[in-house]
T-cell receptor, first 116, second 109 residues
């Protein structure tokens, strides 16, 4: 599976500011995704990061709040804009690997965000 | 009905016990199925994909029943290191993964 790194690993931010999270993969991957895991909850898909075009957002998530970049096949960023305490969460980057005809997803270590 | 449902647990078992987790999914068009393991404050890690014919990996056995829309994970001879949250995950399309809330397992000496 691909090796995925994220920066920063954690941050504490003030309300109203923005934070950009970086995701780097050690090999070219077709599909990259951004998830959120709120405290005590399971993972929720925010968007699919598309290389060379706008990200595809899931219901409840919008580009103005979570702009995403994907300049190449190994890198993506997620920005959490105009943060509020409700944005406190773990943000995870993931990529797919096709093995035996099944698209398995692998996750980065996550970015733990606390908004005060 | 939730898309992917799991018993939240926790399941408290002694070392050496056999434990089974169950999961049901609502989307009959779902194509791929997985079990992930998530340790406290860590990212989910793929434990195993679940194949239609069922599959085994060491002490872990996964089963799929498409007719009942039901997935299971059996862990034999539990180890302390098996303590984690086990996430049932369903892929309903090329990229859409839906996660269950997870079942917590605590293995005690």
């Amino acid at each position: 599976s691909a090796v995925i790194s994220q920066k920063p690993s954690r941050d504490i931010c003030q309300r109203g500011t923005s934070l950009t999270i970086q995701c780097q993969v050690d090999s070219q991957v077709t599909m990259m995704f951004w998830y959120r895991q709120q405290p005590g909850q399971s993972l929720t898909l925010i968007a699919t990061a598309n290389q060379g075009s706008e990200a595809t957002y899931e219901s409840g998530f919008v580009i103005d709040k979570f702009p995403i970049s994907r300049p190449n096949l190994t890198f993506s960023t997620l920005t959490v804009s105009n943060m509020s305490p409700e944005d406190s969460s773990i943000y995870l980057c993931s990529v797919t690997s096709r093995d035996r005809g099944i698209h398995e997803q692998y996750f980065g270590p996550g970015t733990r965000l606390t908004v005060t | 009905r939730k898309e992917v449902e799991q018993d939240p647990g926790p399941f408290n078992v002694p070392e050496g016990a056999t434990v089974a987790f169950n999961c049901t999914y609502s989307n009959s068009a779902s194509q791929s199925f997985f079990w992930y393991r998530q340790d406290c404050r860590k990212e989910p890690k793929l434990l195993m994909s679940v194949y239609s014919s069922g599959n085994e990996d060491g002490r872990f056995t996964a089963q799929l029943n498409r007719a009942s829309q039901y997935i299971s994970l059996l862990i034999r001879d539990s180890k302390l290191s098996d303590s984690a949250t086990y996430l049932c995950v369903v892929n309903s399309g090329y990229s859409t993964l839906t996660f269950g809330k997870g079942t917590m397992l605590l293995v005690s000496p």
